[in-house]
Nanobody, 124 residues
Framework: QVQLVESGGGLVQAGDSLRVSCAAS????????MGWFRQAPGKEREFVAA????????YYADSVKGRFTISRDNAKNTVYLQMNSLKPEDTAVYSC?????????????????WGQGTQVTVSS
């Protein structure tokens, strides 16, 4: 059974950095794309970043490009999202997701497995 468990969220000030983690278990993820999504209060869930587990290639939403970095640690079966220069508009619940296959997708319906999410709050 696939499990995705996020951690590392918290309350930070604008301009600060934070790293959230997604521990994946239940199968080998080498054939998967792992994604990070976020959902702010009253808004739809939106794509943030994705990484192809096998190659490490990445894809970002324009809103976070240059500030956020997605990476993975094969030994720990963990995906990270390093967030720098955080803004109040980055405040949201951040969730990781997994999708079997090599292609990047930015819509939630394309992902098969989801974690429970971790809250990130950025104060101004």
């Amino acid at each position: 059974q696939v499990q995705l468990v996020e951690s590392g969220g918290g309350l930070v000030q604008a301009g600060d950095s934070l790293r959230v983690s997604c521990a994946a278990s239940g199968r080998t993820f080498s054939a998967y794309v792992m994604g990070w999504f976020r959902q702010a209060p009253g808004k739809e869930r939106e794509f943030v970043a994705a990484i192809r587990w096998s190659s490490g290639s990445t894809y970002y939403a324009d809103s976070v490009k240059g500030r956020f970095t997605i990476s993975r640690d094969n030994a720990k079966n963990t995906v990270y999202l390093q967030m720098n220069s955080l803004k109040p508009e980055d405040t949201a619940v951040y969730s990781c997701a997994a999708r079997r296959g090599p292609f990047f997708h930015t819509t939630t319906r394309e992902y098969d497995y989801w974690g429970q999410g971790t809250q990130v709050t950025v104060s101004s």
